[in-house]
């Protein structure tokens, strides 16, 4: 559910910034911002309505959006749209780092109720994924800054989400044969050890 909210909010980005880009070009990427900033604040609370809590990375993106998005409107400056997807990636690589560094880690909080795997593994994921936010943040600002608004606009949509739909398959490759090991592992109880001590 969580990743059809956030590809809708893409999608009306892009929409709204592809139709007034036509009509109103100077103003259409501030449109499209007005339109990212409302629905992350209606995804955060119908989040808080149906759990009654956010976690970190919803917190961080949340806010990220809502706080540079407002800025750039208000100041009609685009550099803090630009920086915004940057600021998230990074922000999500330290709130990794940083719980890999107190020894919480930050995906197995998210994830553990999910899957199971073992500590090393838990490790490798959070470290790739922390590699992975910092490079993307990287590509964001070297296309925003190479390349039209028009064509950052659709990598943002598009590129991004390829991007990272393609390592999450990938990591999903790499953590199917240690999620089945890690399940072959737990003993199963069938009953038979019923009735003793």
Do not use: C
């Not at 976690?55 to 407002?70: A, K």
């Not at 880690?105 to 590699?131: C, M």
Request: net charge positive; no cysteine; hydrophobic share 55%.
């Amino acid at each position: 559910m969580k990743i059809f909210s956030d590809f809708l909010a893409l999608i009306l980005f892009f929409a709204v910034y592809w139709f007034t880009s036509k009509t109103h070009p100077e103003q259409a990427i501030y449109i499209a911002t007005g339109v990212a900033v409302t629905v992350a604040i209606i995804q955060a609370a119908v989040i808080l309505y149906k759990h009654k809590k956010m976690d970190v990375l919803q917190i961080i993106n949340f806010s990220v959006v809502v706080v540079f998005g407002t800025i750039a409107i208000i100041f009609h400056n685009s550099e803090f749209i630009l920086w915004k997807p940057t600021i998230i990636a990074w922000a999500m690589a330290i709130a990794l780092a940083i719980s890999q560094i107190v020894n919480k880690n930050g995906l197995k909080l998210i994830l553990q109720k999910e899957i199971s795997l073992p500590e090393v593994v838990w490790a490798r994921l959070t470290y790739a994924w922390l590699s992975f936010f910092i490079i993307i943040g990287v590509v964001n600002l070297l296309v925003a800054y190479n390349f039209s608004q028009d064509i950052w606009v659709k990598y943002k949509t598009f590129g991004a989400l390829g991007l990272t739909v393609v390592f999450a398959i990938a990591q999903a490759i790499y953590l199917s044969k240690h999620v089945v090991e890690n399940k072959e592992a737990i003993p199963v109880n069938d009953g038979q050890e019923e009735g003793k001590n």
